[in-house]
């Protein structure tokens, strides 16, 4: 069965610490894995990963994906508390089915 | 300049009845989707709209009906609503089937069901 699956669920730091967030996944015939930053309601599009090995970054944010052990990390550094949100995972396969973990919740305390 | 727009963005209404929820993209997408979001915050697809055409449709209870009318629209309808089906419905769309795209979101629907 196709799942994803992200942890911690919840995690609290102070401001100015950094933040690794998991994301393994169980999918038949991978296409991509995306990250969404949700914060009160929409998510919002962090990044899409398709290849291993390649990180991704954008400002304190950064993201890579290993194919091989079927997971990803998104990391963030220097937290602000603007960061507080819910992180999710989702990842697609060739079948066109997007499947979603239940997100990490990140508590930033200032 | 709205790129996924959702109406209404909040309904509250008694069991039973029956009620429809719109969505708009003004990005030129070729797919849209439907997902809901529960009380825990867990994302689940519904179904995918690509050129009008259904793609996905999980297994989601027959009294909801999507309808698209067009690239542009994936209205949701539901029939005889019941108290679980009390949720964020979130409408989002994207170029290319399959997430291998950006999915942009709309802003969700929250529905209360009492």
């Known amino acids: 069965e196709d799942k994803v699956v992200q942890s911690p669920l919840s995690l609290v730091v102070h401001e100015g610490d950094t933040v690794t967030l998991n994301c393994s996944y169980e999918?038949?015939?991978?296409?991509?894995l995306l990250w969404y930053k949700q914060e009160k309601k929409a998510p919002t599009f962090l990044f899409m990963l398709?290849?291993?090995?390649i990180e991704k970054k954008s400002g304190r944010l950064s993201s890579i994906l290993d194919k091989k052990e079927l997971f990803s990390i998104l990391n963030i550094t220097a937290t602000q508390t603007g960061d507080s949100a819910v992180y999710l995972c989702?990842?697609?396969?060739?079948?066109?089915?997007?499947?979603f973990g239940k997100g990490t919740r990140l508590h930033i305390l200032p | 300049d709205t790129a996924v727009s959702q109406t209404p963005k909040y309904l509250v209404t008694q069991m039973g009845n029956d009620k429809s929820i719109k969505c708009e993209q003004n990005?030129?997408?070729?797919?849209m989707y439907w997902y809901k979001q529960d009380s825990k915050k867990f994302l689940k697809i519904m179904f995918s709209y690509n050129n009008k055409e259904l793609i996905i449709n999980e297994t989601v209870p027959n009294r909801f009906s999507p309808k698209s009318p067009d690239k542009a629209h994936l209205n949701l309808h539901i029939n005889s609503l019941e108290l679980g089906d009390s949720a964020v419905y979130f409408c989002a769309s994207s170029q290319l089937a399959g997430g291998g795209d950006t999915q942009y979101f709309g802003p969700g629907t929250r529905l209360t069901v009492l």
């Open positions: 990005l030129g997408h070729d797919t």
């Open positions: 398709t290849s291993s090995g």
């Open positions: 989702a990842v697609s396969g060739r079948d066109d089915k997007i499947i």
């Open positions: 999918v038949t015939n991978f296409r991509s």
